[in-house]
């Protein structure tokens, strides 16, 4: 996804003061194989109703993996229940 307010959406640890909840762990791709490499992220998920949730709303008529983005657990522990 390219957009702007991906930016705002996806931060490394060193930008963010706190964690709190509306941050989860976001692990990225990486052009090398060292330790941690990709682990370096965090993402404004605010349980999956914030920034991203409208984000991803604004692009559900582009294509499929948009209209599905939150049926899998941002962590990667399994499903969650889609939303109504």
Known sequence: MHDERLG??????GEVSALGDAWELFQSTSSQTT???GM????????????????????????HAAQN???VDPIGAGRVSPQA
């Not at 370096?40 to 294509?63: K, Y």
């Open 8 to 13: 705002a959406i996806v931060r490394t640890f």
């Open 35 to 37: 330790l941690f490499s």
């Open 40 to 63: 370096t992220d965090i993402i404004l998920w605010e349980n999956g109703s914030g920034e991203l949730s409208r984000l991803a709303e604004s692009v559900s008529h582009m294509n």
């Open 69 to 71: 983005w939150q049926r």
